[in-house]
């Protein structure tokens, strides 16, 4: 798909503000996407000259969630996915690598951006299985009661509830230990839960809180560092999948190299057992 042209894409969706810059399309822009405007592409250039290793972090969280989306639908035989938080569709989306593996998987794709869910619904019209809504994960209820989602997925079945570098973005006080809950209450026993997470720079702290600073200010999203153990504690209860919380570039390599130099994040697959 082309690039966008700020002004025409705005018109058209006039609720979008290409002068306030978004996280979905900040990320976009770090993957090398075109999903983006000039006030992305400036937060953008900032934090990745403060933090030069966060690139290789987020294409190395992209990859770790096509490893578990082939591990899923491929390994272990899932055929449905709530990707929350899904972002832009870039290359090695969730529905192509599932659809891939196994035709009859069915995607419900959910993010707050309207850029991003606007040029996924593009992307996703001919194809039926796979969906897209306009919603706060926040609000599992809303999710899960979606007309589309009830239409997509059988929650009665095993689906996995994909939570991929998004749970940073919801401080304490809004609980992500309850939202992770409300979703693991509403699947079914052998559904599964795979979250990757930021975390704090153990080197460069005062450069990973310059570039979050300005991140925060820019976007007014907030920004959450956690260690993997506050992770794991949200999935209490679920069989957490070999090898456990590890940097998400450990987490099932194709190739057994690990990049030294990226900022640490953290990805782990979680089983719902049958009671
Ligand atoms: C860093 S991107 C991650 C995209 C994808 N999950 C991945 O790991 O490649 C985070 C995405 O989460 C979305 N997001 C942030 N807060 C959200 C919320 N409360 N509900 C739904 N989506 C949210 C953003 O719009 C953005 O597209």
Request: cysteine-free.
């Amino acid at each position: 798909m082309d690039p966008i042209d700020a002004a025409e894409f705005a018109l058209s969706l006039p609720e979008v503000n290409p002068n306030a810059p978004s996280p979905a399309r900040i990320y976009d822009f770090l993957l090398g996407g075109s999903q983006n405007f000039e006030a992305d592409r400036e937060v953008a250039r900032r934090a990745a000259d403060t933090m030069p290793t966060l690139v290789g972090a987020i294409r190395a969280n992209r990859a770790f969630l096509r490893r578990v989306v082939r591990h899923l639908a491929g390994t272990l035989g899932v055929d449905q996915f709530l990707d929350l938080g899904s972002g832009v569709p870039t290359v090695g989306n969730v529905h192509e690598i599932a659809l891939a593996i196994n035709p009859a998987a069915k995607v419900v794709y959910v993010d707050i951006d309207q850029v991003a869910v606007a040029h996924a619904r593009h992307l996703l019209a001919d194809l039926p299985s796979v969906t897209v809504i306009l919603a706060d994960l926040r609000r599992p209820e809303t999710v899960l009661k979606h007309p589309l989602t009830e239409r997509t997925l059988d929650l009665s079945r095993p689906v996995a509830v994909l939570m991929n570098a998004v749970l940073h973005f919801i401080p304490d006080d809004e609980h992500p230990e309850r939202i992770v809950a409300d979703y693991v209450a509403a699947a079914a026993p052998g559904s599964y839960v795979a979250i990757s997470h930021a975390a704090p720079d153990l080197t460069h702290a005062a450069e990973q809180e310059e570039m979050l600073d300005d991140y925060r200010r820019s976007t007014r999203v907030p920004f959450i560092n956690r260690e993997p153990e506050q992770v794991t504690a949200w999935l209490d209860g679920l069989a957490i999948q070999p090898p456990g919380i590890v940097l998400v570039d450990q987490w099932h390599p194709d190739l057994n190299v690990t990049q030294a130099k990226i900022l640490r994040t953290y990805g782990v697959l979680a089983r719902i057992p049958e009671h």
